[in-house]
């Protein structure tokens, strides 16, 4: 039972590259979102989706897409990367009745 | 709105002593609370939560959390710190309906010393 698996764990990537955080849960869960941790800021949601086919903005959507074609991987997209960026990035997903959240082990991103 | 407020940011304290970590939440209809712990470089983990039930929650390690609804908060408490309780707290709020989103403070970030 892998839970809530994030890859990568590190990246480094140079503004205006673009790229994909991959998210995937094994527990067949409807909920699932993206979150991004600043210092002195917690977990902002960046966003969510309540199943397959359906996504929303949170927070923080600027910069970000997202897409959920299967109940277990829901993908962050960062079309051209800005410094900004720079961050750690959990994922985490939750059955329907959100009383328990499992969470990736997080993607630390620096954007130079 | 939906909101989660840690108004501590940092709470001292040497070892062996109680403490108290503060958390208030806009005011809902029914909520589920969660207490997280994030060690230094490591992800985060569940230290525990309040889904219904007793009001007073507790962890496998010491820590105890009271659900306060009149208040709208959730403070954790621990009697006695130990070194290794050095780590960053996040309170989270499930408001519930149609989405489950997870609304989560700043943060408090607990410095136990000898």
């Known amino acids: 039972n892998a839970g809530v698996t994030q890859t990568p764990k590190f990246q480094v990537l140079k503004t205006g590259q673009s790229m994909t955080l991959q998210c995937a849960q094994d527990?067949?869960?409807?909920?699932m979102s993206w979150y991004r941790q600043d210092p002195g800021m917690g977990l902002r949601l960046i966003h969510y989706?309540?199943?397959?086919?359906?996504?929303d903005q949170g927070e923080v959507p600027n910069g970000y897409n997202v897409s959920r074609s299967t109940t277990e991987d829901f993908p962050l997209r960062l079309l051209s990367a800005a410094p900004s960026q720079t961050s750690v990035y959990f994922c985490a997903s939750s059955d329907r009745d959100g009383d328990g959240y499992t969470f990736g082990s997080g993607t630390r991103l620096t954007v130079v | 709105a939906q909101s989660v407020t840690q108004l501590d940011s940092q709470v001292p304290v040497f070892e062996e002593a109680p403490v108290e970590l503060r958390c208030n939440y806009s005011?809902?209809?029914?909520?589920?609370l969660f207490w997280y712990v994030q060690y230094p470089n490591q992800g985060l983990q569940l230290l525990l939560k309040y889904l219904s039930g007793s009001t007073l929650v507790e962890s496998i390690n010491g820590f105890e959390a009271e659900f306060n609804k009149s208040q709208t908060s959730f403070h954790l408490r621990k009697p006695s710190v130990h070194i290794s309780d050095t780590a960053e707290y996040f309170c989270?709020?499930?408001?519930?309906?149609?989405?489950?989103?997870?609304?989560f403070g700043t943060g408090t970030l607990l410095a136990v010393q000898p």
């Open positions: 989270a709020v499930n408001y519930g309906g149609a989405t489950n989103k997870l609304i």
């Open positions: 005011s809902s209809v029914s909520v589920y």
């Open positions: 527990m067949n869960h409807e909920y």
């Open positions: 989706s309540v199943g397959a086919g359906i996504t």
